[in-house]
């Protein structure tokens, strides 16, 4: 697999998944737009990929600005004139039940799991048109699948972004643009920083390497699938879920309720 000169935009790239599709996407050649919020983690990341001897743009980016995603769209296609690969992976959850959270606590979740990766989307995709060629990425979850509680505001925004992939997957149908979902489990990063999280355990025995994932994301950018699960024997549970959704959802609510509790 050779992604030689292909430009890439990754969104939240400035740790944990992100930064290691950057890494990963850097070995092979690629040219690398690195968008996230902080610019300083990610000059940090754009110095440690010279060693690869790519192109790197940093744009630091709140993705859930629409103004703000529109001026990196135009900074990007300035500098390039197109782009080959876009990875929506910009995401956060707040952990707390629906009754507890604010309105505006919900909001930023699916302002940035969701209506970012629209934004970004609808910024990228008339030059993909344009070329007929591209494809997208959308890192979800395997919570796109399940509603679980405690982080159901979260869930809502990845079942959005399946669901949005699924009909845009249709509408591309007999165009060169693709789009696939990659919906890992837990994963080690810092994505139970957040204070919400504090009484928690961290992570499962189970979790992923964020190097995994970003090894599934490459995969992705050059598959015809439009859900790659990882680790794919969990696509098991999935479908028993939707096949037998009486026996599983009362078996996932009493095991996720024991962290409630």
């Given at each position: 697999?050779?992604?030689?000169?292909?430009?890439?935009?990754?969104?939240?790239?400035?740790?944990?998944?992100?930064?290691?599709?950057?890494?990963?996407?850097?070995?092979?050649?690629?040219?690398?737009?690195?968008?996230?919020?902080?610019?300083?983690?990610?000059?940090?990341?754009?110095?440690?990929?010279?060693?690869?001897?790519?192109?790197?743009?940093?744009?630091?980016?709140?993705?859930?600005?629409?103004?703000?995603?529109?001026?990196?769209?135009?900074?990007?296609?300035?500098?390039?004139?197109?782009?080959?690969?876009?990875?929506?992976?910009?995401?956060?959850?707040?952990?707390?039940?629906?009754?507890?959270?604010?309105?505006?606590?919900?909001?930023?979740?699916?302002?940035?799991?969701?209506?970012?990766?629209?934004?970004?989307?609808?910024?990228?995709?008339?030059?993909?048109?344009?070329?007929?060629?591209g494809h997208i990425v959308n890192v979800a979850s395997v919570?796109?699948?399940?509603?679980?509680?405690?982080?159901?505001?979260?869930?809502?925004?990845?079942?959005?972004?399946?669901?949005?992939?699924?009909?845009?997957?249709?509408?591309?149908?007999?165009?060169?643009?693709?789009?696939?979902?990659?919906?890992?489990?837990?994963?080690r990063t810092n994505f139970f920083d957040h204070e919400s999280?504090?009484?928690?355990?961290?992570?499962?025995?189970?979790?992923?390497?964020?190097?995994?994932?970003?090894?599934?994301?490459?995969?992705?950018?050059?598959?015809?699938?439009?859900?790659?699960?990882?680790?794919?024997?969990?696509?098991?549970?999935?479908?028993?879920?939707?096949?037998?959704?009486?026996?599983?959802?009362?078996?996932?609510?009493?095991?996720?309720?024991?962290?409630?509790?």
């Amino acid at each position: 697999m050779t992604f030689n000169n292909k430009i890439v935009v990754i969104t939240g790239a400035s740790s944990g998944i992100g930064k290691e599709t950057a890494i990963e996407f850097a070995k092979l050649g690629a040219r690398l737009v690195l968008v996230a919020r902080g610019k300083e983690k990610l000059e940090e990341l754009e110095k440690s990929l010279v060693k690869f001897n790519t192109e790197v743009l940093v744009c630091p980016c709140d993705v859930s600005n629409k103004e703000q995603v529109k001026q990196m769209t135009s900074k990007v296609l300035d500098k390039f004139g197109k782009i080959d690969i876009l990875v929506n992976n910009a995401g956060f959850a707040i952990y707390g039940n629906v009754s507890e959270l604010s309105i505006e606590q919900i909001e930023s979740q699916m302002q940035t799991n969701y209506l970012g990766m629209v934004y970004c989307t609808k910024h990228f995709l008339p030059i993909m048109n344009k070329h007929n060629s591209g494809h997208i990425v959308n890192v979800a979850s395997v919570a796109a699948s399940f509603g679980l509680p405690g982080i159901a505001s979260y869930c809502a925004s990845k079942f959005a972004m399946l669901g949005f992939s699924e009909g845009l997957k249709h509408e591309l149908k007999n165009t060169g643009i693709g789009i696939t979902v990659v919906s890992p489990i837990m994963v080690r990063t810092n994505f139970f920083d957040h204070e919400s999280f504090s009484k928690m355990p961290k992570y499962s025995p189970t979790s992923l390497d964020p190097k995994t994932v970003a090894k599934s994301i490459l995969r992705a950018s050059t598959s015809n699938r439009l859900e790659i699960i990882v680790p794919n024997i969990v696509r098991i549970g999935v479908w028993l879920k939707h096949t037998i959704p009486f026996v599983i959802n009362p078996i996932i609510g009493s095991a996720f309720g024991k962290y409630e509790k």
